[in-house]
């Protein structure tokens, strides 16, 4: 059984923690990434499908590559990050699931059809996209998840030799500057959004 994160551990990962639209100067490494997705792949997906696939952009060339397919705004920040991310999906995660989820063996006759995929998938990997942010959090580094791009030109641009992946979302990575964030906005009460039935 967990136990409660103390609220520095609380802060870092949820009420201080922001959306950053620029960082410092210090780099983000492999081995930076390698220990956020040793931690964002232990968080649950249905049946284990793990259907995300990550690009973690480190080169310039590599950012400035998807920069030129999000909007201009968005282009700039991705240029300036210190990394960047396409969280994406493979619609065909299913031919993993022998594998990935070894305790029933018939589990990947369970998505013959591409639409019921398609929606397990997209489920699925924006779950592994929200995992991404809390442990990039949790380990000291800031994000700036964004839409605002083109999914068919990124999808052309980095996964033409794997049509079955599709690009979900994208965020940039690195150590945050205050400067660059907005005042926080509003978050709706309990009573606004929820109901106890």
């Given amino acids: 059984m967990g136990k409660p994160l103390d609220d520095s551990g609380l802060d ?29 792949k232990l968080g649950p997906t249905s049946a284990n499908q793990q259907p995300a696939r990550f690009v973690w952009l480190l080169s310039q060339e590599g950012k400035d590559k998807l920069a030129d397919l999000a909007s ?22 299913h031919e993993h699931l022998p594998w990935l989820f ?41 994000t700036g998840p964004m839409s605002g791009f083109d999914n068919a030109k990124v999808d052309a641009a980095f996964f033409a030799d794997q049509p079955n992946v599709k690009s979900n979302f994208i965020a940039t990575l690195g150590h945050g500057d205050p400067s660059t964030i907005f005042g926080r906005h509003p978050r709706p009460e309990f009573e606004q959004f929820n109901r106890i039935d």
């Fill in 12 to 40: 870092t990962i949820f009420r201080t923690a922001r959306t950053y639209n620029g960082y410092d100067d210090t780099p983000v490494t492999e081995a930076d990434i390698r220990a956020i997705y040793e931690l964002l």
């Fill in 72 to 93: 201009k705004t968005n282009g700039a920040k991705i240029r300036k990050a210190p990394a960047a991310v396409i969280i994406a999906m493979d619609l065909d995660f």
């Fill in 102 to 142: 070894p305790h029933d063996q018939s589990a990947k006759s369970w998505f013959p059809k591409l639409e019921d995929r398609h929606t397990h998938a997209f489920r699925n990997s924006t779950l592994q996209g929200a995992y991404f942010l809390i442990a990039a959090r949790a380990l000291g580094f800031d």
